[in-house]
């Protein structure tokens, strides 16, 4: 079985759609994940406001690669947001899973998405834990 911490280098690696928005892992450990990106022109909506879309998947990315660590494929089954703050071109976001619960074969995680220090959006998320195991 594949360390925890490589899973999420794994996982990106086969990420066309993480690595198209720029995705960076920043930190790993099991049962956290911390990624980072920088929002681009082609992001942004009619507003010239990021589309809501991308802190979305900036913060289930954490959550799927933070889920993940525990060594089993983990898939998700719910999950929701709430954007704090509207965010422009050239705004750095980290995402950061923050709270990682584990009920037998169900987790559930919190996901912080900050600009700077200031929280921007909360995601959660419900995984479930697949008996499969993550192979180098």
Same mark, same amino acid.
């Given at each position: ?7 999420? &280098? ?18 790993? @450990? ?6 980072? $990106?920088?929002?681009?022109?082609? $992001?942004? &909506? ?9 802190? +979305?998947?900036?913060?289930? #990315? ?5 889920? !993940?660590?525990?060594?089993? +494929? ?7 947001? !709430?954007?704090?703050?509207?965010? @422009?071109?050239?705004? +750095?976001? #980290? ?6 619960? #584990?009920? #037998?074969?169900?987790?559930? !995680? ?17 995984? +479930? ?6 192979? @180098?």
């Amino acid at each position: 079985m594949i360390k925890s911490e490589k899973i999420p &280098n794994k996982m990106l690696s086969q990420d066309a759609f993480s690595q198209w928005l720029g995705i960076e892992i920043i930190e790993v @450990e099991k049962g956290r994940c911390k990624v980072g $990106m920088t929002i681009r022109k082609e $992001m942004l &909506n009619s507003m010239s406001k990021a589309h809501g879309g991308i802190s +979305y998947s900036l913060a289930d #990315t954490a959550f799927g690669f933070s889920a !993940n660590t525990h060594g089993k +494929y983990a898939v998700s089954i719910e999950t929701s947001i !709430n954007h704090i703050e509207a965010l @422009e071109e050239g705004d +750095y976001l #980290t995402a950061e899973a923050t709270v990682d619960i #584990t009920k #037998t074969k169900v987790g559930f !995680n919190i996901v912080e998405v900050k600009r700077g220090d200031d929280i921007v959006a909360l995601f959660k998320g419900v995984v +479930y834990r697949t008996s499969k195991d993550w192979e @180098e």
